[in-house]
């Protein structure tokens, strides 16, 4: 909130309740699931627009594109170091698990050094079908009544 307050000048409650939502939530999220967090009595969809937006352009906050044309938020939580996660997302349920894991840092300051780029990053997702959804397309599929087929 600190951060907030020094760079956008203050924390009006709506800002307030939207950063809260996401911190709860503890998942990337689309603006409507975190507008149903917060509560449409404390602010409306386009007000967490709004302040993902702002969110966003300071830093306090990602957006996450997993390929379905829905965008996904989450508090940003880069170290000092740069260091950042990806997500691992089922094709089939949409679960996301996040991944701790970069192994891309290296790469970067290759790009960097080899094409004379500065503050590379990038955002990279993986997609699979997670466990419970392997073990729901094993089951046996269940018949119609016969002569229904």
């Known amino acids: 909130m600190?951060?907030?307050?020094r760079e956008a000048g203050r924390v009006t409650r709506s800002r307030r309740v939207v950063l809260e939502a996401l911190g709860r939530l503890q998942r990337p999220s689309t603006p409507k699931q975190i507008a149903e967090a917060v509560g449409s009595e404390t602010c409306d969809?386009?007000?967490?627009?709004?302040?993902?937006?702002l969110f966003e352009r300071l830093g306090l906050v990602q957006r996450i594109e997993l390929g379905d044309g829905l965008a996904r938020f989450e508090i940003a939580d880069?170290?000092?170091?740069?260091?950042?996660?990806?997500?691992?997302?089922?094709?089939?349920?949409?679960r996301i698990v996040r991944l701790e894991m970069c192994i891309l840092a290296d790469v970067e300051r290759t790009l960097a050094r080899r094409h004379g780029y500065?503050?590379?990053?990038h955002r990279l997702e993986f997609f699979g079908i997670c466990p419970?959804?392997?073990k729901a397309e094993a089951q046996p599929r269940?018949?119609?009544?016969?002569?229904?087929?």
């Open 142 to 149: 269940k018949r119609g009544k016969p002569g229904k087929d």
């Open 118 to 121: 500065a503050e590379i990053g």
């Open 132 to 134: 419970d959804c392997q």
């Open 2 to 5: 600190d951060r907030l307050r």
């Open 45 to 53: 969809l386009v007000t967490v627009y709004r302040s993902l937006k």
């Open 78 to 94: 880069d170290d000092v170091h740069g260091h950042h996660h990806h997500h691992l997302v089922c094709r089939e349920c949409n």
